[in-house]
């Protein structure tokens, strides 16, 4: 059970980990989506719902075949709905003329404010692409294109047809008419005026079946025509609730359309609401993602895995990236976090020298020579003097001299010269950091392999052995050239490190690999930039 528990807080914090790590992605894809939605809310015209209720007697249901268009409609589909009835050209036609509806140009009023800025441009490249369509079309199919009037009108009606929808109550003969328009006097307008010229169409057609049995005297049909008459004479938005309905097939509005005040869309609360769990959501999936996919070490128990070693300890992360040589000497005197990580490590491996007799050891880094220059400082500082160890750090890194320049050490020449043959190892100086001694690599012009594989070197390394209890030599990188493998054969254990989210797996097992054929006492690794995105207080409390 409490091993279950322990994987449960690991896996935990791993989750919380991985979101504040991540937080600046998560944040931005909140925020894009937040965007994403105040643009569309901005750029969507509003639109406005309104109904009217129709009841439709048994009789009306049968339609006869008295208009071509409708003959056609039963031809083709031989269940025909009031819907099909009422969204037919018979009645649309006549609801645009009379309302006028191809001749609108009040949408620009009703656009928001960002679609005011951003649609003029919008029309004037979609009108440009049309202009090139016609006139290609024209030119390979010698089509004339409709007249300007005839194409509006036909666009308001396929517009009013798409903005109508037809719904019957279950299990009874009322209907409702929903007209969606941006305008909401208009979606009201037609919304009665459809019902109005169905009402006229039904009229109409009982006039006709009347005609065809009785003649065109017959005082019904007489009575039918002027109900017609009356409909056709009301104005477009005179109500026609409430009239009186005739013959044995009728249709009457029981409830007429009225203002909408509330546009149906955009839902701008729900619309920010569903976004900002979307854009959480989004965030957090792609944060998980990218960790997924990113196949570098991340966390030291990860380094163990890979490097069947200890992780020693791990180092927090500490400034920016090109900040971690400035003030070392500053940084590991000052009391916290840093210089408690170094101090975990330096009893590790202080233990490690004194029960193995170790007198030399090497920090390499896998990838970062700026790395193991900053550990290899810092423990041979505390070495000399937390632990009283006579303790000297040896810089073989001459490919890329960071050190010196890091703790300004005055003439670091001299120990390329040394190697070089060119001056005495008596003539050697070294800085000093308390009771550190410090030989830092200097700029070179020589190839750097021949100065560690020289006897020079083996005299300097043996001189430096029989004078102090410890030598800590700072080596490049592996995966930058030989020099570390070289050096560790003088040396009596190695200490490799590597920062978080910058060694791919692949990389560390490889160097581990040639370390491990080659037999060399690797005493651990050191895992450097740790990051420690949880909050102290959550941290502690999962």
Known sequence: MPAEYNQ????????????????????????L??????????????????????????ARKNVAPYNTELDA??????????????????????????????????????????????QPAIDATIKTLKGIYTSIKMAILGTQSKPVEIAKFDEAVDQLRSNIEVDQVEDSDVFFLTVTDYNPQYASRIANQIAKEYIIFNLQEQILNLQTRYGMLHPKILQLQEATLNLKSMGVDAPIQGFNALGLATVKVVESAKLPYQPKTPKQKLIYILTAIAGLLGGLSLSFVS????????????????????????????????????????????????????????????????????????????????NSSMNAFNLAYL??????LKTVLLDANFRNPVLANALSVAKPENLTKTLAGEISLKELQFAKYQKLDVLAAGPSDGNPLLYLTGIEFSNLMSKLKQEYQLVVINGPSYTQCQDPF???????????????????????????????DEERNVLGAIFNDRSHPIPGPIYRNV
């Open 291 to 370: 960790i997924a996919i990113d196949n570098t070490l991340k966390n030291p128990w990860e380094l163990e895995e890979v490097a069947k070693l200890p992780v020693i300890g791990s180092i927090p992360r500490r400034g920016s990236s090109g900040q971690r040589l400035d003030n070392l000497t500053d940084k590991i005197t000052q009391k916290g976090l840093y210089q408690s990580s170094y101090m975990r490590i330096a009893d590790h491996l202080y233990m490690a020298v004194k029960d193995k007799k170790l007198t030399g050891l090497l920090f390499a880094d896998i990838d970062d020579p700026v």
């Open 486 to 516: 070289i050096v560790g054969r003088q040396t009596d254990g190695i200490v490799i490190s590597l920062r978080e989210d910058k060694v791919k797996r692949e990389v560390a097992q490889s160097i581990f690999k040639l370390l491990s």
């Open 383 to 388: 070495f000399a003097n937390s632990y009283n």
């Open 8 to 31: 449960n807080i690991i896996n935990m914090r791993e989750i919380l980990r991985v979101i504040f790590k991540k937080k600046w992605l998560i944040f931005t894809v909140f925020l």
């Open 33 to 58: 989506s937040l965007i994403g939605a105040f643009v569309y809310i901005n750029m969507a015209v509003p639109v406005y719902e309104a109904s009217t209720k129709i009841l439709i007697s048994s």
């Open 73 to 118: 409609i039963r031809r083709a589909q031989p269940n025909v709905t009031q819907g099909e009835v009422i969204r037919g050209s018979i009645i649309l036609d006549e609801v645009v003329r009379s309302l006028q509806l191809d001749l609108r140009e009040d949408k620009v009023e009703f656009y928001p404010r960002l679609k005011k800025i951003v």
